[in-house]
């Protein structure tokens, strides 16, 4: 059985800085998915570890089935299971273009469920799945309304998932970053980025040790933890006015 991991959205930032680390972990082969195929190219290209590049619209439920054909060869063990891919969009909701704000929710939801769901039954005991949430999936966000909802979802459905596999020795684990510099920002804001912004590196090796340690969710980050923390504590009203007041 060859070792395997699987990451969606390598072709940049925190899906490419993934890649990267986990070239040196004794595995057969990576798996990097994404839509721009050159950028998966010049991924591998760069890594020890053997690649199989696909590049694929994974809001397309069809194409993604790729990916599940190659696994039922049964020639694989998923060792890490690495669901990076997803956008935001910032604005009113009701003023940003509905078709994209649909697209949004079926990469950063259905699309995430999807290849979870195929890929689950060949993981191996120990096997890890790290699913990209953000500290907005904790808040309700005016101005981020679509994003921070979808997120709560990846949270929540990451955190019982955690449950659910804990008797199989697979562990899941939401990774909670506040702003991290990536492509993410070109998307959301048309390129303007917050005051202060995360290493995309740092908070993927953050992540991965939260996830041996097998914590529910990984935030990078004293502010952010302070900002969770406080976020426990405060009635709902008045985090959504302070969420507001943030972006």
């Known amino acids: 059985m060859k070792k395997i991991a699987i990451i969606t959205g390598a072709s940049s930032g925190m899906g490419w800085d993934f890649a990267k ?18 950028l998966l190219e010049k991924l591998a290209s760069e890594l020890k570890t053997r690649c199989k590049i ?8 069809e194409k993604n089935k790729k990916i599940e054909l190659e696994l039922e060869k049964k020639e694989y063990e998923i060792k890490y299971l690495i669901n990076n891919a997803g956008f935001g969009l910032m604005g009113e909701f009701s003023t940003l273009n509905l078709n994209k704000q649909l ?7 259905r699309a995430l469920v999807q290849v979870t769901y195929f890929s689950i039954k060949f993981m191996s005991k120990s096997g890890e799945i790290i699913q990209v949430a953000s500290t907005a999936g904790f808040l309700p966000m005016k101005n981020f ?4 909802a ?3 979802f ?12 804990k008797p ?9 970053p506040g702003p991290v510099k990536t492509e993410f920002f070109d998307v959301a804001t048309n390129g303007k980025e917050p005051v202060f912004i995360y290493e995309s590196i740092k908070v993927v090796k953050k992540a991965l040790k939260d996830s041996k340690k097998a914590k529910l969710n990984s935030i990078y980050g004293f502010l952010m933890n302070v900002v969770m923390t406080l976020a426990h504590f405060t009635p709902r009203r008045i985090k959504v006015s302070l969420s507001a007041k943030s972006l």
């Open 145 to 148: 309304a679509v994003y921070a």
């Open 168 to 176: 199989k020795g697979i562990h899941a684990i939401a990774v909670c």
């Open 54 to 61: 696909f590049d694929i619209d994974l809001t397309d439920s």
């Open 21 to 38: 680390e986990l070239d040196n972990k004794n595995l057969d082969e990576i798996w990097i998915v994404a839509r721009r195929k050159e």
């Open 150 to 152: 979808s997120k709560a």
């Open 103 to 109: 697209n949004m929710i079926d990469l950063n939801i």
């Open 154 to 165: 990846v949270v929540n459905f990451t955190n019982a998932l955690a449950l659910e596999l």
